[in-house]
């Protein structure tokens, strides 16, 4: 059976796999539907049967992009009080990102959301994590609905991550080669509610004008191990313990003890 982890990632820096555990993202995205109708002040009878519908057609419920900034800031915050996201997608995930970063796991305290309705004119311009981040994570974007086109992002593997930068580094002021190269190199993912894309922060994404009808709502968060290089950020600051293997808990509890 082929796995993704030590073929697409290995060789392109991303792959795309089902979630080990749906039920509990099952469980995250109903949440976020909820506390988004909550937010947004809407009557209980407003919430329907289908979640994936109701959060499609979320931009029904926003007059403008202002108050679907306001609202992704409120439902960040609101997620991060009311459970951890990391957890959950680990959980949902463990099977795939066990692999890439080990045993001994963090992840980003407080995960991104991303909230996108159609015609939103505040697209995610093109970046790279790393190296603002530390080179040694994986980000996982999981889509609580349906993500395809330009409601999705676009990404660049890893040689042709390389490739744009080596040309930007050459040449930093050709805005237009380097639009054109994007253009040749870059292509949108499609991730369906059920999947997450997994990829290295070191690869080249970004976002377009969401062109298709319905809503994007996204989360994504970064996993490490406790013992890759620390990068430019305090990880215990940003990072929590997901789990530990018994010999890393000895370890630190000797630590710990012995001053």
């Given at each position: ?171 930093p002021d050709d805005s237009h080669g380097l639009q054109q ?59 929590e313990v997901i789990e530990t293997t018994p010999l890393t ?11």
């Open positions: 059976m082929r796995d993704p982890v030590t073929t697409d990632f290995a060789e392109l820096g991303y792959c795309i796999v089902p979630a080990s555990d749906p039920e509990v993202l099952d469980q995250l995205r109903t949440m976020a539907r909820d506390t988004c109708f909550e937010l947004l002040g809407l009557p209980r009878d407003a919430v329907s049967d289908d979640v994936s519908d109701d959060l499609d057609h979320l931009h029904r419920h926003l007059p403008d992009a202002d108050a679907a900034a306001r609202l992704r800031l409120d439902l960040t915050r609101s997620l991060g009080e009311r459970t951890s996201v990391g957890r959950t997608v680990f959980a949902a995930f463990a099977h795939w990102i066990r692999p890439l970063v080990g045993n001994d796991v963090l992840s980003q305290r407080v995960a991104n959301v991303v909230l996108q309705p159609p015609g939103d004119p505040h697209p995610t311009v093109l970046h790279r994590d790393a190296p603002a981040n530390s080179p040694y994570e994986v980000i996982a974007w999981v889509p609580l609905v349906d993500c395809r086109a330009t409601k999705s992002m676009y990404l660049l593997d890893r040689a042709n991550s390389a490739t744009v930068l080596a040309f930007h580094q050459r040449h190269r994007l253009d040749d190199y870059s292509e949108f993912v499609e991730v369906r509610f059920g999947e997450a894309l997994l990829f290295w922060s070191g690869l080249f994404h970004g976002s377009v004008v969401n062109a298709e009808s319905t809503t994007r709502l996204s989360l994504n968060t970064r996993f490490k191990s406790l013992f890759a290089p620390l990068g430019m950020k305090d990880p215990f600051r940003y990072f808990r000895l370890g630190l509890t000797f630590q710990r003890d012995e001053g």
